[in-house]
């Protein structure tokens, strides 16, 4: 979230890009000839303790230190200590999770869980080809911990165990829901008499009209333009369909030259054109950006749900931030208005070599519990994947703007998953090219032109494991 995080910027310096960096491969000792203790632990397993945990056996718990915060895994470290209280826990949390642990993944003494999170993440292509990553599927078979006559995947919201999965194995365990549109203030919009639009064309109406009134259009993260890619991606594939992000993800050739990705292109290339965008975002990062919008200088910023617990410091009261749908391009779509990105993130995962791994699994089921997932979302005013778990919880008003577009998306709403698959073609080489794009610099052509380099280029790396969507 804090991408924020999380989100989290720009891409890491020493971050495990490929598995032709070798640097997860290696012998179980460290440097100094020093022996390193590998042993693990496993109890056994019943009816009350289907993963197996040896209920003395110690945890390690290391945490991203961004916009979500610790206090919610404390929490979560202290329901596993209720239902195992001779297990000792040592909890550390760090924003750079590559410099800090990829020397344990070498020697072979990784954590037992990591949120694995951040612009200092390791890079999960790399973690899944050299399988440094346990897989996860005992966990979705085991009951629930608290909703009776469930498996743990019975609890789920839909797609969140795609977004995790590699080659059909449940890898990584993405905890939070996030919705992706264009937020505005309800509060200026009533204010102003202003109506969200619907259409594209009616988009770029408004946007004149705010321009008129003084107030710029849009901002984004200049210094982190992938988000602007968001709504482009989004707006083509309400237009062609879910097979526009199918064929992106799988990497086909001209997949980001395709006829819906240029009619996106070529439609939002109009705020740029018409000068829709507030002076001076080009230079902003995604705080300074989302600050300015806060204040009242653009009406319109591309973000994700965890946009409101990220500006809850700058926001003033009765704001009332609304994230809203893409605008459809018109009567052709083939998805409604009301369909929305939505998929599960901040991701989680349990280290193969893990050494109490049935305890990583353990504490997975604590947190997708549905006390666990609630405990979550009102320390962090974040939804989790786990379904109906805002069930009497009091919701800030943007979450709740999210859950009914969620709502109203239903069945119509929509994911990519190349930025999971190939975290260097959105990180680094879309991002450059939304940078170019969205200052003026390049068109609509250059724009898709240097995506599907960028994506080329991944596809012909022999060194990149590459992984198939199905349709």
């Known amino acids: 979230m804090n991408r924020r995080d999380i989100l989290r910027r720009t891409a890491a310096a020493g971050l495990l890009a490929t598995p032709a960096a070798g640097l997860l491969t290696g012998c179980a000792t460290g440097g100094g000839g020093d022996k390193k203790d590998t042993s693990t632990y496993q109890g056994t397993k019943s009816a009350q303790n289907p993963l197996g945990v040896k209920e003395d056996a110690p945890l390690e718990v290391v945490i991203f230190g961004g916009g979500f915060g610790e206090e919610y895994a404390k929490a979560h470290e202290a329901m596993y200590t209720e239902k195992y209280p001779k297990a000792k826990i040592k909890h550390s949390v760090t924003q750079e999770i590559s410099k800090t642990l990829q020397p344990r993944f070498v020697d072979g003494t990784p954590p037992d869980v990591v949120n694995n999170s951040g612009a200092g993440q390791i890079d999960f ?37 795609e977004v995790g999965s590699y080659d059909g194995k449940f890898l990584v365990l993405n905890y939070t829901y996030t919705a992706y549109g264009i937020w505005h203030s309800s509060k200026l919009f009533t204010e102003r008499s202003w109506e969200y639009a619907k259409t594209w064309d009616q988009h770029i109406a408004l946007c004149k009209e705010i321009k008129a009134a003084g107030i710029a259009p849009w901002t984004y993260a200049g210094l982190h333009p992938r ?6 991606i989004a707006t083509a594939i309400k237009l062609g369909g879910p097979s526009v992000a199918t064929a992106i993800d799988n990497l086909e050739p001209n997949a980001w030259k395709s006829e819906s990705m240029r009619t996106a292109a070529d439609a939002w290339h109009q705020i740029v054109k018409d000068k829709y965008i507030l002076d001076g975002s080009s230079g902003l990062d995604h705080k300074q950006s989302q600050t300015a919008w806060c204040q009242g200088k653009a009406a319109f910023i591309s973000c994700g749900s965890w946009l ?36 599960a993130g901040e991701p989680f995962m349990v280290p193969a070599k893990a050494r109490n791994l049935a305890g990583g699994l353990e504490y997975f089921r604590t947190m997708l519990s549905k006390k666990g997932a609630q405990d979550f979302t009102k320390k962090v005013a974040s939804l989790t994947v786990v379904a109906g778990a805002t069930e009497g919880v009091e919701l800030p008003y943007g979450l709740t703007t999210v859950v009914k577009a969620l709502d109203a998306s239903g069945a119509n709403g929509f994911n990519w998953v190349y930025n999971n698959y190939y975290r260097k073609l959105e990180r680094n080489l879309v991002d450059a090219a939304c940078g170019e794009f969205f200052s003026g610099r390049i068109g609509p052509a250059e724009f898709l032109d240097q995506c599907q380099k960028g994506a080329d280029s991944i596809a012909q790396d022999s060194s990149i494991k590459k992984y198939k969507r199905a349709a």
Do not use: C, H
């Not at 790399?126 to 006559?149: F, R, T, W, Y």
């Open 227 to 232: 988000y602007m890619s968001w709504p482009v």
């Open 308 to 343: 409101e617990s990220e500006q809850k410091d700058v926001t003033p009261a009765g704001f009332n931030m609304t994230i809203a749908p893409t605008p459809s391009l018109g009567s052709g779509d083939k998805l409604p208005f009301e369909a929305i990105r939505g998929t």
């Open 125 to 161: 292509n790399g973690l899944v080809s050299q399988n440094a990553i346990a897989d996860l599927g005992e966990l979705l078979a085991a009951p629930s911990l608290d909703v009776p006559g469930k498996t743990v995947r019975d609890t789920l919201l839909p797609g969140a165990v």
